[in-house]
């Protein structure tokens, strides 16, 4: 449980990193991280700082698949979590 938690809070961060990079990126015209890489961040465990970054540094909000697909990823990631917590399995039982 310590590992996931730790996963949990470094993949966040470095979403969060990625999106603040990304947008000081685009302002100075300089080389852009791909919106590929950004939203794999986000599928991988950062949706919750990846949607703070945009919230934060007003990046990707106009766009729909950051403005609606982020929180759709965090909703998807809370509910698995949740799940998780409280079955203690990863996946439900008939998909195992």
């Not at 470095?14 to 603040?20: G, M």
């Not at 909703?75 to 698995?80: D, T, V, Y």
Request: glycine share 8%.
């Amino acid at each position: 449980m310590a590992a996931f938690a730790l996963y949990i809070v470094v993949i966040n961060l470095v979403t969060y990193a990625a999106f603040a990079h990304d947008k000081a990126a685009a302002q100075r015209g300089q080389r852009r991280i791909s919106e590929a890489t950004l939203l794999s961040s986000a599928i991988l465990g950062g949706a919750a700082c990846g949607l703070l970054a945009m919230r934060v540094h007003r990046h990707k909000t106009r766009k729909p698949l950051f403005k609606f697909g982020l929180p759709l990823i965090l909703l998807i990631q809370a509910g698995l979590l949740a799940h998780w917590l409280w079955t203690g399995r990863a996946v439900p039982a008939h998909l195992s």
